[in-house]
T-cell receptor
Framework: EAQVTQNPRYLITVTGKKLTVTCSQN?????MSWYRQDPGLGLRQIYY???????DKGDVPEGYKVSRKEKRNFPLILESPSPNQTSLYFC?????????????FGPGTRLTVL | GQSLEQPSEVTAVEGAIVQINCTYQ??????LSWYQQHDGGAPTFLSY????GLEETGRFSSFLSRSDSYGYLLLQELQMKDSASYFC??????????FGKGTTLSVSS
């Protein structure tokens, strides 16, 4: 089954404790991205990657890191989480970065930083 | 700045027709997409307009006017299961999608 998976689905952590949220897709998509969703703010892009070893900042990259060493994986790293990073995070992938491409979203990771 | 404006809430009854508008102001434009998101779920793709005009997919249609920086999603024969949030999104060169803040559609019987 074609899908985007994220782990963990739920995470409660404390300020300053490094964490990684994994994202993997099995559709051989070149393009992957991370979004955060907060009430009233919609989905905001954190980072995106157009292919292996190619990443770039989105609208809200502060406090996050990403890497794209393999085509299928695009982990999101929070080196020193803070309470304002409490949010719902979605990973997404698509077959090309261009007009009309459908983005496939993972199930989401709900992160709480205390 | 860049912005996408859509109504925050819309209510309708089963069987009715609803139109959700989206106006955008962005530095680049490669097309307008619509996504649906049910409570607690992931966004799912509904439609895309790269050129002016109407695109129809079953009960859902989407329209784009690039000269007016405006589009809409039209939902016909509303069903209870259509209760969800709907997001318009603009694709820009070199970046991913820029999403609007979403419209919550409530369908009642």
């Amino acid at each position: 089954e074609a899908q985007v998976t994220q782990n963990p689905r739920y995470l409660i952590t404390v300020t300053g404790k490094k964490l990684t949220v994994t994202c993997s897709q099995n559709m051989n998509h070149e393009y992957m991205s991370w979004y955060r969703q907060d009430p009233g703010l919609g989905l905001r892009q954190i980072y995106y990657s157009m292919n292996v070893e190619v990443t770039d900042k989105g609208d809200v990259p502060e406090g996050y890191k990403v890497s794209r060493k393999e085509k299928r994986n695009f982990p999101l790293i929070l080196e020193s989480p803070s309470p304002n990073q409490t949010s719902l995070y979605f990973c997404a992938s698509s077959s090309r970065q261009g007009a009309g491409n459908e983005q496939f979203f993972g199930p989401g990771t709900r992160l709480t930083v205390l | 700045g860049q912005s996408l404006e859509q109504p925050s809430e819309v209510t309708a009854v089963e069987g009715a027709i609803v139109q959700i508008n989206c106006t955008y102001q962005t530095s680049g434009f490669y097309g307008l997409s619509w996504y649906q998101q049910h409570d607690g779920g992931a966004p799912t793709f509904l439609s895309y307009n790269g050129l002016d005009g109407l695109e129809e997919t079953g009960r859902f249609s989407s329209f784009l006017s690039r000269s007016d920086s405006y589009g809409y999603l039209l939902l016909q024969e509303l069903q209870m299961k259509d209760s969800a949030s709907y997001f318009c999104a603009v694709r820009q060169a070199g970046t991913a999608l820029i999403f609007g803040k979403g419209t919550t559609l409530s369908v009642s019987s």
